[in-house]
Nanobody, 120 residues
Framework: QVQLVESGGGLVQPGGSLRLSCAAT????????MGWFRHAPGKQREVVAK???????NYADSVKGRFTISRELANNTMYLQMNSLKPEDTAVYYC??????????????WGKGTPVTVSS
C-alpha cells in the first residue's frame, strides 16, 4: 500500500518562507504525476502546483513567481518551496500523486495534509 506523507507546514509571518515535503512510501513502480493542492476555510480546494514525469511544471496564477515545485525521482519525494508568503496562502496543503503499481495499475493517492498559517 502506498502512502503519501507530508511535512513542513507551520506558522510563518507574511513575507516568510516554508518548504513542504511529500514522500511516497510503499511498493510502487513509478509516479506519473505529483501535485500540491490547498484547501482554505470557506473556499474550494484548488491546485497550487503540479509536476509531471520529468520536469514539466505548472502553477496557479496566485503563486507564480513565489512557489517552486520540485521532485527527487530517486526517493519519490516532492517539495514545494514557498517564498514571499501572504495571509491568503493560509490553508491546509495536500499532496497528490498518480502512482503506477508493480502490476501496472495507476491509482490516485492523497496525503493527510499539512497546515500552513501565514499571520503576523
Amino acid at each position: 500500500q502506498v502512502q503519501l506523507v507530508e511535512s513542513g507546514g507551520g506558522l510563518v509571518q507574511p513575507g516568510g518562507s516554508l518548504r513542504l515535503s511529500c514522500a511516497a512510501t510503499g511498493s510502487l513502480l513509478s509516479i506519473n504525476f505529483m501535485g500540491w493542492f490547498r484547501h482554505a476555510p470557506g473556499k474550494q480546494r484548488e491546485v497550487v502546483a503540479k509536476i509531471i514525469t520529468g520536469c514539466t511544471t505548472n502553477y496557479a496564477d496566485s503563486v507564480k513567481g513565489r512557489f517552486t515545485i520540485s521532485r527527487e525521482l530517486a526517493n519519490n519525494t516532492m517539495y514545494l518551496q514557498m517564498n514571499s508568503l501572504k495571509p491568503e496562502d493560509t490553508a491546509v496543503y495536500y499532496c497528490n500523486a498518480h502512482v503506477v503499481s508493480r502490476s501496472y495499475l495507476t491509482n490516485v493517492y492523497w496525503g493527510k495534509g499539512t497546515p500552513v498559517t501565514v499571520s503576523s
